[in-house]
């Protein structure tokens, strides 16, 4: 919501554009694509250019004619960045992004811990960056208008959708000129937390509503605080609740609070509430300078997914296949994270380089990261909204604690967000006991700054099969077969510590970085062999 | 104390406290603060922690 002086999209600082419809002689022209991908929010712009990365193409509907309102989701997490890497939409996030690493946990107004978040050399990009969700879009957008393998219909909202024969879905598409059918193989529904696609379907999610509504502000103002998110538990201005505060690009401030159960959601969404909300946190920061309301929402803390992300012909990607808590930053990051899993692996069945298999390990990996993600929730909601008395003393008793005892602050200190292991998949292999340490099959590869740039960068577009030995990797490279899209990168036997790897050790990279199998002591065929079992080589119609 | 063991102990407290109920929780934890102080066996440092706990409670 914006303030009444406002149009519904006048923002402080940002113009939002406007989308025509598509034209009718090109609209019906074209009546079938290989993939349809319904939402053009973040999560399905990512996955129409995952497909495109791989050269398949599609067709992306929005009912809208401009990108979503509102900043909404702030913070990316260091793994999303990888993936906007791969997609080549990386520069335009990375001068506009405000980077941070430490957060500051404030009781009663008095600091009680600081943390820092893993950091280090090795790592290429920082582990979270500031970006209000309407530059994501646009820039996600960039990429998408920049390509030829996308187009988009704007305005167009779709209402029906059917099985078709044994081998498509119709779709049916309204926009401003009328209603047509369109026909796609393969559907991606990327259409949000109220995805009408899920109901079209007859999906349900399932889980657990916990209370616990939350007022998320945006304003403007010259303060000056550097990137270092701040939590205050118990502030004056909130007595017993919390406040969380997040600096954005454009000089605007995030201000994140919980609502008390005598605070009605209707009330609180006034503007006028909204407003002497914000000035009494702003004295609490000790602001005193002028400031202006740019947009405002409410949200409820929800666990809710679906059972399964699949349905025939349909994948549900993102917020319309789960809603987690915001405050664990995995709503939109998981999404960035299914939308590319499901756009590299459709993409490979589709271009004949993996099996339909490779398809039924989508709901695994990315369910798994969900259900990993409500498990954290206890921990990461805990400081937010205790919904019982035991929860609620104990945070209390901790935070009185951390005044004068730094342990008792670390109970505070959420957990990070990291890529979610992919162990128990079908498309990654057990992992192989004889390492000591190192990252675990099914992990997404941690970067290693290299002499000149990052192991990342040095990645084939496929499969990668990271040697030590530069015979071992002519043997792999050699006995791969022509139709086996692997490539061969040999790292200096500097890198083996980060893999507790010796020369003869080998890992095997998916396309999406995460490891399908390693092996301390790695035999040519073996490698080629798991290659051809976790893309279900032997279900390609060659 | 491990962080992994304290985050695991203050799990169990929240959940213990739930299931005994807030009118006998005042009553477990003193309990419990006194099985751990015999345990302790050290009179010092048991009041020690009495005064640390209660510090940021007194106004």
């Known amino acids: ?542 | 104390m491990s962080p992994e063991d304290l985050e695991k102990t203050y799990q169990s407290l929240a959940l213990n406290i739930d299931k005994i109920g807030e009118d006998n929780s005042e009553l477990f934890l003193a309990k419990l603060v006194l099985l751990l102080a015999h345990e302790s066996g050290n009179f010092e440092e048991v009041q020690q922690h009495i005064n640390n706990a209660a510090a940021s409670l007194s106004e």
């Open chain 1, 1 to 542: 919501m914006r303030p009444a002086s406002r149009n519904k999209t006048e923002s402080l600082y940002f113009d939002y554009p406007h989308f025509d419809a598509p034209q009718l002689a090109a609209r019906n022209e074209r009546q079938s694509t290989q993939v349809a991908i319904v939402g053009a929010g973040p999560i399905g712009m990512t996955a129409a250019l995952a497909l495109a990365r791989e050269g398949i193409s599609s067709v992306l509907f929005d009912a809208k004619s401009t990108f979503n309102d509102g900043s909404r989701a702030i913070c990316i997490a260091r793994p999303s960045y990888y993936i906007l890497e791969q997609l080549g939409a990386i520069k335009p996030f990375l001068e506009k992004s405000l980077p941070w690493t430490t957060g500051r946990t404030f009781y009663r107004g008095r600091q009680i811990l600081e943390f820092e978040m893993p950091d280090s050399a090795d790592e290429k990009y920082r582990p979270m960056y500031n970006l209000q969700q309407q530059y994501i879009e646009a820039f996600l957008w960039q990429a998408v208008d920049a390509s030829d393998l996308i187009e988009t219909r704007w305005q167009s909202e779709v209402t029906g959708v059917a099985d078709h024969e044994d081998d498509s879905v119709m779709l049916t598409v309204r926009d401003p000129a009328g209603e047509y059918d369109f026909c796609a193989e393969w559907v991606l529904a990327c259409d949000g937390a109220r995805s009408p696609m899920r109901k079209l379907r007859g999906k349900r999610l399932q889980g657990e509503n916990f209370e616990g509504r939350y007022v998320i502000a945006d304003i403007q103002m010259n303060h000056d605080y550097p990137t270092i998110r701040r939590a205050l538990f118990d502030p004056d201005c909130r007595p017993g609740g919390t406040v969380l505060v997040h600096k954005q690009p454009e000089n605007i401030w995030r201000i994140d609070y919980q609502l008390t159960d005598e605070e009605s959601t209707e009330d609180a969404l006034l503007e006028h509430t909204v407003r002497s909300s914000v000035a009494a946190v702003l004295k609490d920061l000790e602001f005193d300078g002028p400031w202006e309301l740019e947009w405002w929402s409410v949200y409820t803390a929800n666990t809710l997914a679906l059972d399964d992300y699949r349905d025939g012909r349909v994948f549900f990607v993102g917020d319309s296949a789960h809603i987690v808590p915001i405050f664990g930053v995995r709503g939109l990051n998981n999404g960035l994270a299914d939308a590319a899993n499901i756009g590299w692996k459709l993409g490979w069945v589709l271009k004949g380089r993996a099996g339909t298999g490779l398809l039924d390990s989508y709901t695994p990996e990315r369910r798994g990261a969900t259900l990993e993600e409500f498990s954290n929730a206890t921990k990461s909601a805990r400081f937010m909204p205790p919904r019982t008395h035991g929860w609620k003393l104990m945070r209390d008793a901790a935070l009185s604690l951390a005044v004068n005892n730094p342990f008792a602050g670390e109970l505070a200190n959420p957990r990070q967000m990291t890529a979610f292991t992919y162990s128990g998949s079908p498309a990654v292999a057990a992992d192989d006991p004889a390492f000591a340490s190192g990252p675990v099959t099914g992990a997404v590869l941690r970067d290693v700054k290299l002499r000149d740039g990052y192991i990342s960068e040095a990645l084939g577009h496929g499969f990668t099969a990271l040697c030590f030995d530069p015979e071992l990797a002519q043997s792999v490279k050699t006995q791969a077969g022509e139709n086996d899209t692997l490539a061969t990168v040999t790292l200096p036997a500097s890198a083996q510590d980060k893999f507790s790897a010796c020369k003869e050790s080998l890992y095997l990279l998916r396309p999406d970085m995460h490891i399908a199998a390693r092996w301390y002591k790695a035999q040519p065929q073996q490698v080629i062999d798991t290659y051809r079992k976790v893309t279900f080589y032997h279900e390609v119609d060659l």
